[in-house]
């Protein structure tokens, strides 16, 4: 049987404690099955108040290391664990987690929790941390939101990382608010051709691959570097450029598969301008199904004032 997980991640004193707290204690929530609650984290508010059942089991994970999946799954056997809740160390990557988790225990929601006076302090002293948390979260709440907070910044942050996670902010009288801005995508998706501005590819690349069925079937125009090995036969190569998520230790070439018509030859590193249709079909580079970009044009190009794409 498959034990789900509900991971809550966030930095110190950013309002993870207070929100399993409430979790656990509320009876839509904890009907009564055996609960595992790892504490990776200990901060101001503690678990000082009486779950609606005897049923909440709480084992306290000091260092990073003991995060395997032989002592998770004794933790979960000796409670009979039905499920699992994590408040996540801030400091500590959720690889270590996630590579950590017995077989059977699956990922059930992740939330991500951050106090909105501080976090732009944090993405900018701890941008590799606060991407971390992102990239997978479900939904970001922002505690202590007030009139003065500049909730445009705090979104951009996020979008910079996810367009899935929804955003919502906890204000100070304790309503909550969900984000409402508008995010529209720097290109005109329902043009005859798709045309991606060399400052856009990285916003562009990631749509395309959280929603790659809307690209299907359309015609798309972008400047790429080109990527090719003695594997691939003539007339195809990768289409695509080095993308900068958080900084410059996580770049990473990300591109799609290209097929052209072998009238001249391209290799690794070379610059172009390609446009075509994208189709959804099996390609040995893919190991099975994936974008492949049927070019209808492709020109020898000048590399983009800003080779490495961002999403600033």
Not at 1 to 19: D, Q, R, W
Not at 134 to 157: P, W
Not at 201 to 214: I, P, Q, S
Not at 252 to 267: E, H, N, Q, S
Request: charged share 30%; aromatic share 10%.
């Amino acid at each position: 049987m498959n034990i789900p997980v509900y991971v809550f991640t966030g930095f110190l004193e950013a309002g993870k404690t207070k929100s399993a707290r409430e979790t656990l204690a509320d009876e839509r929530f904890n009907s009564g099955e055996n609960t595992l609650l790892l504490l990776c984290e200990e901060g101001e508010e503690e678990y000082d108040i009486d779950f609606p059942n005897t049923n909440v089991t709480i084992v306290t994970v000091e260092e990073e290391e003991q995060l395997n999946s032989k002592f998770l799954a004794e933790q979960g056997k000796k409670c009979k664990a039905d499920r699992v809740v994590v408040e996540y160390n801030g400091m500590w990557k959720l690889e270590s987690l996630y590579n950590a988790l017995p077989k059977n225990w699956m990922v059930y929601q992740e939330l991500m929790f951050a106090d909105s006076r501080t976090f732009q302090s944090f993405n900018v002293n701890l941008r590799p941390l606060v991407v971390d948390k992102l990239q997978g979260c479900e939904l970001v709440v922002f505690n202590r939101a007030d009139e003065l907070t500049d909730k445009m910044a705090l979104h951009k942050i996020v979008r910079g990382v996810s367009r899935r996670a929804s955003i919502s902010y906890e204000l100070t009288d304790g309503t909550l608010e969900y984000d409402e801005i508008e995010d529209p995508l720097p290109f005109d998706i329902d043009a005859p051709v798709i045309q991606i501005e060399d400052k856009d590819f990285a916003w562009f690349y990631r749509d395309f691959t959280e929603e790659m069925d809307k690209y299907i079937g359309k015609k798309i125009r972008f400047k790429a570097i080109v990527a090719k090995d003695a594997k691939m036969p003539e007339g195809t190569v990768v289409a695509g450029r080095h993308i900068m998520t958080c900084c410059a230790d996580d770049i990473a070439y990300r591109g799609v598969v290209c097929k052209y018509k072998a009238l001249f030859t391209l290799k690794t590193r070379d610059w172009v301008i390609v446009e075509g249709e994208l189709r959804h079909e099996y390609n040995a580079l893919y190991r099975g199904k994936g974008p492949v970009l049927y070019a209808s044009q492709i020109s020898v190009s000048n590399p983009p004032e800003q080779p490495v794409a961002t999403f600033d």
